[in-house]
């Protein structure tokens, strides 16, 4: 059965940069579209950025020039680099891994979420 579990989560100030991680298994991993979300108390889900097999990288209008995800195969992990930290990133995190179009019949998956807090 597929599993993601996020990490790297927890307290930054604000200016500061922190990584998130997220490690997939029981999944072909190369093939998947991988993406980020975050949930902040109170607001919708919101996608934050999205990386596919091949092919460019994607991020939300706002977010685009602090953010910047990644990609490692051999390491079945998908990463999230947030710099610039602000208070309006606080949120829990949520990795998601998509089958192509093409292939529909295959499951998402997601990961529990990682918390991080922002405080100076």
């Known amino acids: 059965q597929g599993r993601l579990v996020e990490s790297g989560g927890g307290l930054v100030q604000p200016g500061g940069s922190l990584r998130l991680s997220c490690e997939a298994s029981?999944?072909?991993?190369?093939?998947?579209?991988l993406n980020w979300y975050r949930q902040a108390r109170g607001n919708p889900r919101e996608l934050v950025a999205t990386?596919?097999?091949?092919?460019?990288?994607t991020y939300a209008d706002s977010l685009k020039g602090r953010f910047t995800i990644s990609r490692n195969n051999a390491e079945y992990t998908v990463y999230l680099q947030v710099n610039r930290v602000l208070p309006g990133d606080a949120a829990v995190y949520y990795c998601?891994?998509?089958?192509?179009?093409?292939?529909?019949?295959?499951?998402?998956?997601w990961g529990q979420g990682t918390q991080v807090t922002v405080s100076s």
């Open positions: 998601n891994a998509s089958p192509p179009v093409k292939m529909t019949s295959l499951l998402r998956y």
């Open positions: 990386i596919p097999s091949a092919g460019s990288t």
């Open positions: 029981g999944i072909i991993f190369s093939i998947y579209i």
